[in-house]
């Protein structure tokens, strides 16, 4: 699902139609209609960030007067009162550390079985995986019991046969627990769509402050905006599409049970590893506040800055790309699914 509808897409592209070459505008309208998320989500975040940033001073898209290295996506004047700033736009999410590849892997490892026992069966299971924990240099690290090289014994392979053949009426659940593995599967009464046929307890979770989806990120768009004209302000802008670690940046009520690396310290030590070569990162987090008596959600953006050094002026600007971004149909979390209906178009101004 789009975090926009493609109505406010569209508008959006057409908007920015002065300001983008045939090739930026090209490159934007296919990632928008990429199957894969993560391209879709990405250049919607980025297509929204730049028209937000469209009624100050001076915008140009991607700098055709640049020349240290790659551009960025953006060189704003009125951003910051006294100076110009580049912006580079990035995208993250739980992909690479959800654990949700290890856990379709055994699943459709067992589905696949099931399905020789008898045709069609595997369709219909779902699987639950535990948590496991480990100790590592004092810190109590959670996981998942889904091993990465699973393949199943002979002996669990029997034990789902006989559970395949049970036949009896509800079936109950049977857990499977060797070699790492420890889950409980169910079969429903409907087919199961895959990566929405299986769950774990354990959030979404890195434990080291440089070895994780945000730091690098951050990192990779560094080379975009470090080579900027002395006296430019340096930020990169980090939206949340998907990632668990962002979208609890803030919370009134942290886990103070757990050592993990939060986005807050991750992205502090980013700053303080990287000290001279960017100003500020700027993280944009769809919210959803839900009120009583079944009303619907208020729905907003909250932009969070991290700085060394407080820079005058930034913050006024902040509220006012907040004010001005459309507003979120989901947050990254619940929206993750690309954008296929249909096709944008580059050529003609007008919403499809």
């Not at 929204?48 to 001073?57: G, H, K, Q, T």
């Not at 991290?306 to 979120?328: H, N, Q, Y």
């Not at 929206?335 to 003609?348: D, E, K, N, Y």
Request: include cysteine; hydrophobic fraction near 40%.
């Amino acid at each position: 699902m789009a975090i926009f509808n493609r109505r406010r897409i569209q508008a959006m592209l057409n908007d920015l139609r002065p300001l983008l070459d045939g090739n930026k505008r090209a490159d934007l309208v296919a990632r928008l209609n990429n199957k894969r998320v993560e391209q879709a989500l990405p250049a919607e975040m980025e297509l929204a960030l730049v028209w937000a940033m469209r009624d100050f001073d001076c915008l140009e898209v991607e700098p055709a007067w640049w020349v240290n290295g790659k551009k960025p996506d953006a060189y704003v004047e009125g951003l910051l009162p006294d100076r110009p700033a580049v912006v580079e736009i990035a995208s993250t999410n739980d992909n690479s550390i959800s654990g949700q590849q290890l856990m379709d892997r055994c699943s459709q490892t067992i589905v696949a079985h099931a399905n020789t026992i008898k045709k069609g069966f595997g369709d219909y299971l779902y699987f639950r995986f535990a948590e496991t924990t480990e100790i590592e240099r004092g810190i109590r690290m959670r996981g998942i019991a889904a091993p990465k090289r699973y393949m199943l014994s002979d002996a669990a392979k029997a034990l789902i046969k006989e559970w395949v053949l049970s036949n009896n009426e509800p079936l109950q659940h049977l857990r499977v627990e060797e070699s790492g593995l420890c889950v409980e599967i169910e079969k429903k009464n409907y087919k199961q769509i895959r990566y929405h046929n299986f769950w774990t307890s354990r959030p979404p979770r890195v434990y080291s402050e440089t070895d994780n989806p945000i730091y690098n990120v951050l990192s990779q768009k560094l080379s975009q905006i470090e080579g900027a004209p002395e006296g430019t302000y340096r930020i990169i802008f980090l939206s949340e599409i998907g990632s668990r670690t962002l979208d609890e940046l803030g919370a009134p009520f942290p886990n103070v049970n757990e050592r993990n690396a939060t986005a807050e310290k991750i992205i502090r030590r980013f700053l303080s590893d990287k000290k001279g070569r960017v100003d500020a990162v700027v993280v944009f987090v769809p919210n959803k506040d839900y009120r009583l008596f079944s009303q619907e959600p208020k729905r907003s953006w909250k932009a969070v800055v991290f700085w060394d050094v407080e820079t005058p002026g930034l913050l006024d600007s902040l509220r006012k790309i907040e004010a001005t971004l459309p507003l979120p149909r989901f947050n990254g979390l619940s929206g993750a699914v690309p954008l296929q209906a249909g096709r944008l178009r580059s050529g003609a101004a007008r919403m499809v």
